[in-house]
């Protein structure tokens, strides 16, 4: 079984400062995706950035980069240059070769501040 | 870009009547999923369809829950008598691939169940 965990309920940035959320995650399986997802107060779940347990270099999509930390078992997610659309929910979510479900952590509410 | 759509948007129903939840996936994707948030709660998988089969339910998913896709673009979610603690919101979302881990899984907007 796969367990996820953002001990982060909320956080506050000021615009154009970067934030960092955290991530840390438990499993058995040799092989595993790391997923980062934002949901804003329109309710819909938006795919940011993927990481996959072989990758060497850390995952980048534009503002967002993942710090992955394999051996402390960590998938931190960065927003660079903080936006006020960037408020919103975010979750991190694993997946493990031996199933086929995300596993969801309790997400991490982020206020971009103007 | 291609995109997985739900309908409706909002549903509301009386305990114990039955609520049909419909998904659209991202045409050439193959695995389907459906997922509900309970307001303020995380996200919990419900159920993978891979093929016309179920590959893997959780325990949410009891007996009053089934799925189908009864067509070559519709994927549903059929709840037979609705409680009170069914109310939440549904997502379904869809990959490519076949079931690897790299595979991202698209959502849709979701759909917000009220039972009243």
């Known amino acids: 079984a796969q367990k996820i965990t953002q001990t982060q309920p909320g956080m506050f940035v000021q615009e154009k400062e970067a934030v960092t959320l955290d991530c840390t995650y438990d499993?058995?399986?040799?092989?595993?995706?790391l997923f980062w997802y934002k949901q804003p107060s329109s309710g819909e779940m938006i795919f940011l950035i993927y990481?996959?347990?072989?990758?060497?270099q850390n995952a980048t999509e534009g503002r967002y980069s993942l710090n992955f930390q394999k051996a402390r078992k960590s998938a931190n997610l960065v927003i660079s240059a903080s936006q006020l659309g960037d408020s919103a929910m975010y979750f991190c979510?694993?997946?493990?070769?031996?199933?086929?479900?995300?596993?969801f952590g309790a997400g991490t509410t982020v206020t971009v501040r103007a | 870009e291609p995109e997985v759509t739900q309908t409706p948007s909002h549903q509301v129903t009386q305990m114990g009547q039955e609520v049909i939840l419909r998904c659209v996936p991202i045409?050439?994707?193959?695995?389907f999923y459906w997922y509900r948030q309970i307001l303020g709660q995380k996200v919990e998988f419900l159920v993978s369809?891979?093929?016309?089969?179920?590959?893997?339910k959780s325990e949410i998913f009891d007996d009053q829950f089934s799925v189908e896709r009864p067509d070559g673009s519709n994927f549903t979610l059929k709840i037979r008598s609705t409680k009170l603690e069914d109310s939440a919101m549904y997502f379904c979302?869809?990959?490519?691939?076949?079931?690897?881990?790299?595979?991202?899984?698209?959502f849709g907007p979701g759909t917000r169940l009220t039972v009243l």
């Open positions: 979302a869809s990959t490519r691939g076949a079931g690897e881990v790299t595979d991202t899984q698209y």
């Open positions: 499993t058995s399986d040799p092989s595993y995706g």
């Open positions: 990481q996959g347990s072989y990758d060497q």
């Open positions: 979510a694993m997946r493990g070769s031996s199933d086929y479900k995300l596993s």
């Open positions: 045409s050439n994707h193959l695995y």
């Open positions: 369809f891979y093929n016309n089969e179920i590959s893997e």
